[in-house]
């Protein structure tokens, strides 16, 4: 039987993030909220989070909305709200400074695949840490298909699906952010229990 996390805690934030990336893609906030290189340089700051909340058409904000509900379904009960929503903060500041730093090329994005990916590395990471042969797999399986995806390129036709290219480097900076992100929850777990 699936066990899904429906308590208010587990559900709230992610649902949350849905309905928030459904108002910004459905009203003209999406080309305000959208990472672009230039106008971040200009000041707008606030890109480099808000960036990932927005899409490039309905199946881009739907392949990424499936990709929150299938994490909540994994790992929703690792995250109480407040939890989620400083993994969030987290990944999509790492994630966007990453693409500025690393990647000046990149002078448009959005979506939240990166954030998702990161995601994925803490919730596998937290499986490993329980014991759970299945995080170290899917621990792997994610930087294989990283791996592929940096071998082979952005896929051409999920492009055209999304009618954006695909933003791989985003991919492998949400992973690597996400290593970090863990790192600091754990740390912020332990100094709970110890102040307890």
Known sequence: MLNLPFEKRFISAPIILIISAIVIFATPLSELFEYNRTLFATGEYWRIITGHFSHSNGYHLMLNLAGVALIWALHGEYYDSKKYA????????????????????????????????????????IDC????????????????????????????????????????????????????????????????????
């Open 86 to 125: 400083l993994a969030l903060f987290l990944l999509a500041l790492y994630t966007g400074g990453g693409l500025y730093i690393f990647y000046p090329e990149n002078t448009i994005y959005n979506g939240l695949s990166g954030v998702l990916h990161g995601l994925i590395i803490i919730g596998a990471l």
């Open 129 to 196: 840490q329980k014991g759970m042969k299945t995080g170290y797999l899917l621990f792997i399986g994610v930087w294989l298909k990283i791996a592929w995806e940096q071998y082979t390129g952005p896929s051409a036709e999920l492009g055209e699906l999304i009618e954006a290219r695909v933003a791989i480097e985003a991919h492998l900076i949400g992973a690597v952010s996400g290593i970090f992100v863990y790192a600091k929850l754990n740390r912020n777990a332990l100094r709970e229990q110890l102040t307890q």
